[in-house]
């Protein structure tokens, strides 16, 4: 004890001697390093949506403690089947066209709209669809088989029209020519034109003889793959290209030749078109067949049935009328059909009321998730613009949602709890450049407001050891000879 007193004492002594310029210089370089350490720990903040401190101390310091480390690892497991299984990533129904599309955009911004995760995952989709086990006995589909797997889009490219030159009937080559060649949607459609007469041809072939092996039925899978997904691209290029009666017709076409094929979510092409051409009895119609209870759900089946049930009352809605009369029976069903929307997906209406600006939809979307709600948005903005005054509705209801959901969100009103992985996920398919919307919004962490504080009341000794630097000298001693009186005695109380 007396070593230590006497240790404290000698601190002491030397911090009374220390100059006004010593006292600034410490608090200006103290104000300085949290402030950097506040704007990293903002910076981390807004990029992962966690406090790096925190993410270090679990990570690290925690297992250092000892005796969490098997803990620690369970509930790292937990964590690990509760994202795959909240948080499985959807092909989009409406993607856009490489070369066409996207590739442009790179041409007249710079700046790439997709990210690597969302094209590998488009990588793997494509080798799981258009890949079969006898693909090594046709020299045409092995080279597809590797260029499936190319990182490189002028790689890919190239082991196309190897495979053409082997093959003049590959249809996988004409696919990915079209998806990635073509510099317009009329290009394309010619492409995808010579992959459905070589897909029908191949498809027939396959039917004839698939009962034969198990290879022969894997084959058929394949070519029945193609064979859909080439007839709902037309389909596609129809639409863009101002043909929607045509569009609609293939959809139809398509759905009822291959009615088991509804994870593909063809009907969100057909709501999207029919839209279009204000057949609004013909989207009530693909709603009774889709919006059950039975079915999985999507921002598409729930913005759209909101949207039908607020074009029956939006014209004549008003907020002032509507407080002073009460809503009527078809305002009420039209407002929870809005919240029923907008608790399935909360980020859709910011960028339907143009509150948050919109980037090019990714190639796969996460239900629930930002990514669904820039994808529906991208494509259904224009529709309800159409209906006069839909979004007034929207705009007057959508956040008294909240007020009916559970909160915390550990229990849903209509549909379950709203995952809480939904953020990272949708960091890895949107691009940087955009400002991903988060649900719930998460609080700022303990050591941003701790590195706050600590910056701001560095920065306010180092103003006023500046401009009053006898007076703050006189308090620094002041401060050192309390303390020295405080050890003091407590050091007594521990020796006697």
Known sequence: TVFVFLCFLTVTVFLSTLTPKFYFALTVTSSFISGLIFVFEWWHFRKYGTS????????????????????????????VSTFFSECKVWRNPLNLFRGAEYSRYTWVTGKEPLTYYDMNLSAQD???????????????????????????????????Y??????????????????EEATTIVDAEKYFKQALKAGEMIYRKSQNCHSQSPQHEAQLRRDTNVLVY????????????????????????????FPLLSMLNIHENLLEALLELQAYADVQAVLAKYDDISLPKSAAICYTAALLKARAVSERFSPETASKRGLSTAEINAVEAIHRAVEFNPHVPKYLL????????????????????????????????????????????????????????????????????????????????HEVSVYPQKELPFFIHFTAGLCSFSAMLALLTHQFPELMVIFAKAVSIGSHFYFTNVSHVFVF
């Not at 090594?136 to 597809?144: C, E, G, Q």
């Not at 190897?162 to 998806?179: F, M």
Request: aromatic share 8%; hydrophobic share 40%; with cysteine.
């Open 52 to 79: 790096f401190i925190e993410q270090v101390s679990v990570s690290h310091l925690r297992p250092l403690i000892g005796g969490v480390e098997n803990s620690g690892n369970i509930s790292a497991l937990n964590s």
């Open 126 to 160: 494509h080798q799981n669809f258009f890949t079969c086990d006898t693909d090594a006995l046709r020299p045409s589909d092995t080279v597809m088989q590797k260029a499936w797997r190319e990182r490189n889009p002028q790689a890919r490219i190239k082991a196309a």
């Open 162 to 179: 190897q495979a053409l030159e082997l093959n003049n009937d590959c249809a996988t080559a004409y696919v990915l020519l079209a998806e």
């Open 230 to 257: 080439v007839k709902r691209r037309l389909a596609m290029c129809a639409r863009k290209l101002g043909r929607i009666r045509e569009a609609v017709k293939m959809m139809r076409d398509l759905m009822k030749e």
């Open 354 to 433: 143009e509150m948050k600006s919109l980037v090019l939809p990714p190639e796969h979307i996460l239900k629930r998730g930002d990514s669904e709600a820039v994808a529906y948005a991208f494509f259904h903005l224009q529709h309800w613009k159409r209906i006069e005054g839909a979004l007034n509705l929207l705009h007057c209801t959508w956040e008294g949602t909240f007020r009916m959901i559970p909160y915390p969100l550990e229990k849903g009103h209509l549909f379950y709890p709203y995952p809480s992985c939904t953020e990272t996920a949708d960091r890895e398919l949107l691009p940087t450049f």
